[in-house]
């Protein structure tokens, strides 16, 4: 069956980076894109991104531009969003979701456990 | 970009009972070419990641019971469980994805 499997909770102070990663299984990894949502304390979902493996074209919400980087390393069926320039409403959970196509318009069949990213000082 | 509106924000409803909730796109999801509204529903549980139960506004996702339906069409949506029961307490997003993907506010489901 299709997994997502993502890294864990990462602690980090306001400027830093954080990188989260996304191991995917139970399906072929560069025939489906990759989306990243996130989810502050208490409140909705938030697209972010999203990429697709075989290619490795992106598609970032403007808000995060220059801010994230979304990679995978097909070899290992893994995928990686990088957020830099952290700040305190950066916290949240991040989800990663696997799409029912190629295209950035997509809906998302099935979701990572989550990796909260606090940023705290 | 497009905005998506769920109502109510709330919803508190008897096991047994029908719930339905509204969804709303400030433009069209219908994309004339193939008839088709790029619309779908996920139920979140608490301590869980969301899960997808409708797409195309009206096709179950595998494995979804029937009691969860889909309907509508343009701008105006709605997700009906038509025999509300206890696993069915979630907060319920609808989400576009004609352009880039967006997300309702949420629903939160209770009983009542």
């Known amino acids: 069956q299709v997994q997502l499997v993502q890294s864990g909770a990462e602690v980090k102070k306001p400027g830093a980076s954080v990188k989260v990663s996304c191991k995917a299984s139970?399906?072929?990894?560069?025939?489906?894109?990759i989306t990243w949502v996130r989810q502050a304390p208490g409140q909705g979902l938030e697209w972010m991104g999203w990429i697709n493996p075989y290619k490795g074209k992106t598609n970032y919400v403007q808000k995060f531009q220059g801010r994230v980087t979304m990679t995978t390393d097909t070899s290992t069926s893994i995928a990686y969003m990088e957020l830099r320039s952290l700040r305190s409403d950066d916290t949240a959970v991040y989800y990663c979701?696997?799409?029912?196509?190629?295209?950035?318009?997509?809906?998302?069949?099935?979701w990572g456990q989550g990796t909260l990213v606090t940023v705290s000082s | 970009d497009i905005v998506m509106t769920q109502s109510p924000d709330s919803l508190a409803v008897s096991l047994g009972e029908r719930a339905t909730i509204n969804c709303k796109s400030s433009?069209?999801?219908?994309?004339?070419?193939?008839?088709?509204?790029?619309l779908a529903w996920y139920q979140e549980r608490p301590g869980q990641p969301p899960k997808l139960l409708i797409y195309?506004?009206?096709a179950r996702e595998s494995g979804v019971p029937d009691r969860f339906s889909g309907s509508g069409s343009g701008t105006d949506f709605t997700l009906t469980i038509s025999s509300l029961q206890a696993e069915d307490v979630a907060v319920y997003y609808c989400q576009q994805y004609y352009t880039s993907p967006s997300f309702g506010q949420g629903t939160k489901l209770e009983i009542k």
């Open positions: 433009q069209s999801v219908l994309y004339s070419s193939n008839n088709k509204n790029y």
């Open positions: 195309w506004a009206s």
């Open positions: 139970g399906y072929t990894f560069s025939n489906y894109g």
């Open positions: 979701a696997k799409g029912s196509g190629t295209s950035p318009e997509d809906f998302f069949d099935s």
